[in-house]
């Protein structure tokens, strides 16, 4: 914003501290004094100093432009008002500024919207390409190895084919020969000759038997039921992997910086838990969405989640959502559970070794996710959440050392 200054000083000029729409100049604190304190000045109007004092005035009656005509959307005096405006509707000109600072507002606001949305709408694009040109790329695959089932059997058919081929070739033209022999022979008219070649040509091998020999004729419509079901698994299976991690990315987008409460951490502090080993994040969350994430490689028991702020602290904790507490664990090195009311076994197909933990306020949703395999492990619903939410760690005993491992907080990294 320009620096108005004062028009009445002579010299360096000091910054005005109001401006005169009577006189139409802008007084520094020295030179406005008259006007506070001279009779005849004092009714002049003064106005926060502004540059350009004559195009505030009207240019037909010479009098301070003050209201606004909503008819004629223009800006007026009071003459005007009473003249050629006198059946208009008139607003004071701060009145309408507030009014177009409110609609001004309300447009940045709608098109920041727009921008959000269509960030939103780019990145669901994005990840909608990249889902279905994984999944056309298993389509390929699939086709391919297809292709190449079928080719394998036409060429074991093939030589098959030409294997028997080649035998019955071979056994055509050794009768060709003997037949020849034969015809030779009985035109011979040398006895011991004779006798020998006779004995020759009985002692040769027996022809085969080629009436039941034929070549072996591929199902290739099994072929093609085993491809397509196989294609279905492999898609079924590929569309959850790609599903997951599209999810996993969208709650990702909420992540924030969680950092332990010390008062939760400190003996004989009001804010400790007394009876478990248990800590909460400094940061609460009355609102809104959030995510963090917490290492948990290493340990054989282990509780994390999110709890109510009025939890009880002391003594006994009944881990469930009744008790403001929302959370899952691991106990015993292989014992994964949702404690929910009543608590779920949980059945998983890999150790996790960082958990994801997205929490929607609005919508009473707790999720937690295994951040490597991008897999949701478990999701507590309709949760009704009506006070501030902490996260919630609990690194458990050491138990002589085979749980020593720390819960680590780690920053989120969306791949």
Known sequence: MLEVLCEACTGPKLKALKSCLDCLVSYCETHL??????????????????????????????????LFCKTDQTCVCMLCSVLDHKTHKFVPLKEEYEEKKKTRLKIQEIKHSVDLSKDDADREMAEGVRVFTALKESVERGRAEFINTIDKKLKTTKKQAEAFIKELEQEICELMKRSTDVQQLSRSEDHFHLIQRVQSVNSAPPTKDWTEVNVCQPLYEETVRNAVAQLEETLSEEMKKLLDQAELKRVQQYAVDVTLDPDTNLPDNPERFSLCVSVLGKQSFSSGRFYFEVQVKGKTCWFLGVVRESINRKGLITLSPEESLWSICLRNGNKYTALDDPPVRLSLKCRPEKVGVFVDYEEGLVSFYDVDSAALIYSFTDCSFTEKLFPYFSPYLNKGGKNSAPLVISPVSVK
């Open 33 to 66: 004094e008259p006007h506070l304190t001279a009779s005849r000045l004092k009714r002049h109007q003064l106005i926060d100093p502004v540059e350009n004092l004559e195009d505030r005035m009207c240019t037909k009656h010479d009098k301070p432009l003050e």
